[in-house]
Each structure stands twice: as structure tokens, then as C-alpha cells.
């Protein structure tokens, strides 16, 4: 029995459509009607996909489509903008944490537009759909940011570095324990962490390729161990950065790190004393005002507090 000939010709039908942004929406009566609390609309954008071959499989990783997804599957910081109307519908740029970008809008005014926007969405590690000028007038733009998994590096595998590792773990975080200190850092305590590391925590995080997803935190409370460790994450783009200690203990920790060479732009960044102030005071609670704090920070709402 020869093979229908259907798949050919639903991509042949499929190539021939060109993208388009569709509306879809219920009335708050008809929903209730069918007894959903109600109704609402929804935009769909919809274009075609070329079947897989050896050609388009080949050519995959040259458009800017095949290097988002490259990018997404490497665990790299990387944004897809899409044109949602206008006569560029459907086009597509990708934008690399960096600036570095491939794909074309045919319009160079646009082009930039889009990726100073693209900028701005991947330093707060959120997607977007925005409105920007283009030659032939306004034209909406979905800017897509797939940031990598995030990471969480603690410094001192402490009580709270236990309890934080919990929390960690259950928020998607990806936990790094850290800590010379082989008499904590063991794999009994630490069999829930995705990795343990029994180095210096200075060089550790050296070689861990810190980026905009990375969060660290200094739980020692040894000058020797946190400090070093401190100056290499703040010199990298860690979206976090905080430290257990007191006021006090925090501008002893200032005057160490200026020595160091940090400028006082990067010490600023040191999120301390660390965590949300709910009064907390055993080491699960202490985990919880950190974690909470990380969220707040990676989410775009929390501040340094000196």
C-alpha cells in the first residue's frame, strides 16, 4: 500500500502561510454558561515550521531561530525578538548577553531599537512585548528572554547553608556548597546539594563562570574565607551577592575588601545585613529571610541595604 500523500501536502500548505498574530476570546457569559468563572481574550502568534531535512537541520544553526535554541540547550543568557506586525512580521533577531546579536529586520533604526530594548530585558532576566518605532510606523515586538537555570553558591557549609540548599532546591535553584573545610563540607550533610565543593571558596568560585543567573552567598564568618571570596563575586555579573555578618562586622568587612582593590560601586553591591528582617533567628528561619531576599532581587524588587 503506497504512503497517503497528506504530510507532503500539509507542508506544502504550511510554507505557502505567512505569520500572523490571531485574537481569541469568550464572553463572561458564554464561560459561565459552560462553568468557567469567566471569560477573556487571548493573542495568539502563529508561523510556519519547516519540516526537518538534512538541509534545514544543517542550516539550523546559522538563522537566529537555530542559535536561540543552540543557546537555550548551552544554558546561555539569550533573547529571541520576534516582529508581531507590521510588513517585517515574523522576523527575528537573536541577542546574546553582551550585545552580541545575528538576523535582521531590514531596518536599521528598528534593528537598534529592538536591541537596546533586548538589553534591558536580559539584565532584569525578563521577556517582554513591547511597541517601537519602525520606517513603516509602530510595529509590536515580542522580545523572548530564556535565562540559563539559576545557581546558588554558598560560602560555608554552615547550619544555614543546610537549611538554605532546601529551600534552594525546591525554588529550581541549582546549589553549590563551598567550603575547605572538610570537617563540614562532608556528603552526609550536604547529600541534598547538587554539588560540594572541598576547596577554598575563593577559588572555587574562580572557576565556576559566575553570570548574570549566579546568586552568592558568604556564610562563614571568616574574614580569610569570605572576604577573598567576596572580592571574586563581586567582580563578576552575579545577580546576588550578600553576606551573614553584623553592622559592625560588615564595615570591618568594607574596609578589608577596599584593600583588596574593590571600588565602592562593588562593595555596594553586597546585599548585608543579609535577608528579609522577619526577626529571624534560628538557622531555618535565617535560610528562609536569605532565600526570600534572593527571590525579591532576582524578581527586580529588592534593593541594597548598607
Known sequence: ????????????????????????????ELAQSVGLACGGTIEVFVEPIDPPSAKSTEMAGT????????????????ALATILT??????????QAGGESSGTLDDAALTAAVQARAASCLAALQSERVTLESAAGPVEVFIDVQPPQPRLFIVGAVHIAAAL??????????????DAR??????????????????????ALAAQN???????????????IDNPALAVALRSPARYVGALGSRKTHAKRVAALRELGLGDAEIARIHAPIGLPIAARRPEEIALSIMAEIVAVVNGEGGVRG
Not at 536561540?68 to 546561555?76: D, N, P, T
Not at 559566575?210 to 580569610?224: A, I, N, P, Q, R
Open 1 to 28: 500500500m503506497s504512503k497517503a500523500p497528506w504530510p507532503r501536502k500539509r507542508w506544502r500548505f504550511s510554507r505557502a502561510i505567512r505569520p500572523r498574530l490571531l485574537l481569541y476570546g469568550i464572553a463572561d
Open 63 to 78: 538563522t537566529a531561530q537555530g542559535q536561540f535554541e543552540e543557546a537555550v540547550r548551552l544554558g546561555r543568557l539569550v
Open 86 to 95: 507590521g510588513p517585517a512580521i515574523g522576523a527575528k533577531i537573536r541577542i
Open 165 to 178: 540548599v532546601t529551600y534552594a532546591n525546591v525554588l529550581g535553584f541549582r546549589t553549590v556548597v563551598l
Open 182 to 203: 572538610t570537617a563540614f563540607a562532608t556528603p552526609e550533610r550536604f547529600a541534598h546539594a547538587a554539588e560540594l565543593i572541598a576547596r577554598w571558596p575563593a577559588d
Open 210 to 224: 559566575l553570570d548574570e543567573g549566579s546568586c552568592v552567598v558568604v556564610l562563614t564568618h571568616d574574614e580569610k
